[in-house]
């Protein structure tokens, strides 16, 4: 397994995230009832299953600013390990889940290739965390998200997103060739799967609520 980024020091500071936006009268609570929103990410290269993890795990339809793609991308968009998809997300995707009548979970995926990168800095106002997927086809491709959630302090668990026919690592290979502290969780998972996807935002929130207990003493 060839992966791994240029050699850095470990950020041993570790910052602790923004407080859940607490709103009356939301989507769930009734009006005059507190409700908190808590906003996660889920990010990763082109093709990795940002737009499926989404839809597989929101209760409502999710919203989508997908686009299909066109010859104006060949040579802009890196396509090889995902010839057959044909769409591509270039704002977001956004989904719900409603834990409790009090707390409401809001998903965003953000845009995967280079051109759309903008985006992330706007989308990641106000989170708590971050899914990161990785496809080891393509596993270079989940490098800049590492990277933008680690300067930012900002905590995040790493999904190898199984596809068909592509090589399986164990999870210490891949934390090896991903170069990444030994305490972010790194899990195998089929965001096709709600279960699997759940599997995913439970390890994050227990990561964020560990990250921000350490931070505390």
């Known amino acids: 397994m060839t992966a791994g980024r240029d050699a850095s020091p ?5 910052g602790v995230a923004p407080a859940p936006r607490t709103v009356v009268g939301g989507d769930s609570g009734g009006p005059g009832v507190p409700v908190t929103a808590v ?3 889920v990010a990763g290269g082109f093709g990795v299953g940002k737009t499926t993890m989404v839809s597989s ?14 010859e104006l991308s ?9 010839e057959r998809k044909t769409t591509t997300t270039v704002a977001l995707d956004f989904g719900r889940i409603t834990l409790s009548q009090h707390l409401v979970l809001y998903l965003f995926g953000t845009p995967g290739q280079d051109r759309f990168w903008f985006m992330w800095n706007e989308l990641a106002q106000g989170a ?3 899914v990161v997927l990785a496809d080891t086809r ?7 998200s590492i990277d933008f959630f680690e300067r930012r302090h900002l905590p995040f668990v ?8 592509s090589p ?22 089929d965001v096709r799967r709600r279960d699997s996807s759940k599997q995913l935002l439970v390890a994050l929130t227990e990561h964020v609520i560990e990250r921000a207990s350490l931070s505390a003493v």
């Open 158 to 165: 790493i999904g190898v997103n199984h596809f068909a026919g």
């Open 138 to 144: 393509r596993l270079d491709d989940c490098f800049p």
């Open 168 to 189: 399986e690592y164990s999870v210490d290979e891949v934390r090896h060739a991903l170069d990444v502290d030994d305490m972010v969780p790194i899990l195998l998972c």
């Open 10 to 14: 470990r950020r041993a500071a570790r």
């Open 39 to 41: 906003k996660l990410l």
């Open 57 to 70: 795990i929101s209760e409502i339809t999710p919203l989508r600013t997908e686009e299909v793609l066109t």
């Open 128 to 130: 708590l965390g971050a």
């Open 74 to 82: 060949v040579g802009v968009d890196d396509i090889s390990g995902v």
